[in-house]
């Protein structure tokens, strides 16, 4: 007996110092777990309120027996979410981590291994060794990808993603990219990282191709020469590469990212949410042309909540697991004494605002998101983020929320013939102070157009015309006076580019600016 383990311990360790043995070794292993934890996910008598309870008694800590209605007596609803959680590190993935009293305590772990189960059997040749690049930037602290518990997947160095500059990050993360033409996978961390990086490749595919011939990466802004001389050792001449990506971008750029990339399969963006959608909307219909996006995760408050088991679906819908916080429901429209709901208590069809417990310490604390319950997966629920409260527009108490102020400007655009939107974001005139004049209260809209370069009067107030023709209470406040014209400012390319990296962290673009020194950046933006 003791000769045989010896013998096991032998050949894993032979397994694992061999890179494509370790792969499979670990792939295996990986598709194991997640086929274990999907059919408990799933299982018939799946009790939900009563693995609601249990993680929150792990978050109350030990030594806490009170239920859930002792909980909230204690703890007043109310407490705002912070935006983003800073993010933690993950532990090394050793294989003992996928043993199940390890996997069933971490929901990052839980939640990875779902998304490569669902990966992996809707595109059978995503999980291949090193055929999954990574297109984000996570300055300071690495976030781990997607499917980090297989980390011989990725063929995207982490060291580049930390850049303080996020523009050096996305260009460094493009190139070794490209140098890899046998890719599954392209997986970002939000769509405009990967949109950013795609109007990288059509503005510098020249000198792109000229680093990959040479195997050389050209000293630029962001990146320290340290770090460079570091991925420098990485690199070497790829002249066929670098000749295949001159030539497919001679032909232009429709349909340009399965050109480069012919055994591509799938898109992954970690997270969509909200108007986020706009940026797949333009990839589908240009570079990433041909190719299925997939939304694997739900995160709000920096808490993974949720997961998508449906990678071929267009629409992204998260099924909410009970073992990964403990969340409550507000029904929307809000009522004059709020009382939440549990999970086990949702309606098919209704929408509700999420109060998430998911750190200790941390308890009831409201997201500002609202979700639309779409169905249920066994016994759990199944939703759509809607929109975001905090997105919402509001001078006079007309509440415009964002998904609406939304459909309004695409509707406007149809009406600017040649007009494309590239991104655009909103600002309350209150933030403007004095700049804003002794005018009504109002909004102001920057948008980021090609196709055109300026705007009529005429063609500035039919945003403020279908605003009033969608919204009757806005209509009412603009007859009366009491809100200003909206006023609109086109501003030069790139801008949000600039925008989203003076956030200072990934994470999605807030449609209405609250912050003096991200209005001041915009304004600074403005050509017309």
């Known amino acids: ?54 993680r929150l008694r792990r978050l109350l800590g030990t030594g806490r027996a009170g239920g859930w209605e002792e909980f909230q007596e204690q703890h007043p609803l109310g407490q705002p979410c912070k935006d983003e959680a800073p993010a933690a590190p993950l532990p090394p993935p050793y294989l003992w981590a996928l043993l199940p009293s390890c996997c069933d305590t971490d929901p990052r772990l839980q939640g990875s291994l779902l998304y490569l189960d669902a990966l992996g059997a809707a595109f059978p040749r995503a999980l291949t060794r090193r055929g999954t690049a990574v297109l984000h930037w996570s300055p300071g602290c690495p976030r781990a990808p997607a499917g980090w518990p297989l980390p011989t997947l990725y063929c995207t160095p982490a060291a580049a993603a930390v850049l303080p500059s996020r523009a050096a990050a996305l260009r460094l993360q493009l190139l070794f990219a490209l140098r890899r033409r046998a890719l599954h996978v392209l997986e ?21 191709a000229q680093e ?9 802004p962001g990146l320290p020469e340290e770090l460079r001389e ?45 108007t986020e959608r706009l940026y797949c909307d333009s990839l589908r219909r240009a570079d990433c042309r041909g190719l299925p996006f997939y939304c694997p995760f739900y995160q709000a408050a920096g808490a993974l909540l949720g997961v ?5 679906e267009p629409v992204p819908r998260f099924v909410l697991c009970p073992d990964w916080a403990f969340c409550e429901f507000l029904p929307c429209p809000a009522s004059k004494e709020p009382r939440t709901v549990l999970l086990d208590e949702l309606w098919e069809g209704r929408e509700y605002g999420l109060v998430v417990t998911a ?57 600017w013939p040649g007009a494309c939107l590239v991104d655009y974001v909103c600002v309350e005139s209150s933030l403007l102070g004095d700049s804003s004049g002794p005018s009504a209260p109002h909004y102001e809209v920057f948008l980021e157009l090609q196709g055109l370069r300026d705007l009529s009067e005429v063609q500035r107030y039919k945003l403020d015309q279908c605003l009033q023709e969608d919204f009757p209470v806005y209509k009412s406040f603009r007859f009366k006076g009491s809100i200003g014209p909206l006023r609109l400012h086109l501003v030069r390319p790139r801008s949000f580019a600039r925008l989203r990296e003076a956030l200072g962290s990934p994470v999605p673009m807030p449609r209405v600016l609250r912050e003096e020194q991200l209005l001041q950046l915009i304004q600074g933006a403005v050509i017309s």
């Open 212 to 220: 990959l011939e040479l195997g050389r990466l050209s000293p630029q």
């Open 230 to 274: 570091e991925l420098q050792a990485l690199l070497s001449p790829a002249v066929a590469r670098a000749t295949e990506l001159r030539d497919q971008c001679a032909h232009g750029f429709e349909g340009i990212v399965l050109r480069l990339w012919p055994r591509l399969e799938v898109v992954v963006v970690r997270t969509m949410c909200g």
């Open 359 to 415: 750190q200790p310490g941390e308890y009831r604390c409201r997201t500002g998101e609202v979700l639309k319950v779409t169905g249920f997966h066994k016994q759990c629920p199944v939703v759509e983020p809607v929109r975001r409260e905090s997105q919402t527009l509001n001078v006079r108490g007309e509440s415009i929320p964002e998904e609406q102020f939304c459909q309004s400007l695409c509707r406007t655009l149809s009406l």
């Open 1 to 54: 007996m003791l000769v045989a383990l010896v013998a096991v311990a032998v050949a894993l360790a032979v397994a694992m110092a061999v890179p494509a043995l370790r792969h499979r070794l670990i792939h295996s292993a990986v598709r194991r777990v997640g086929a274990r934890y999907r059919r408990r996910l799933e299982a018939p008598d799946s009790h939900v309120r009563l693995r609601q309870e249990r």
């Open 308 to 312: 998508n088991l449906w990678p071929a």
């Open 188 to 208: 970002a961390g939000l769509a405009a990282e990967l949109r950013d990086a795609l109007l990288t490749l059509r503005t510098e595919w020249p000198r792109l």
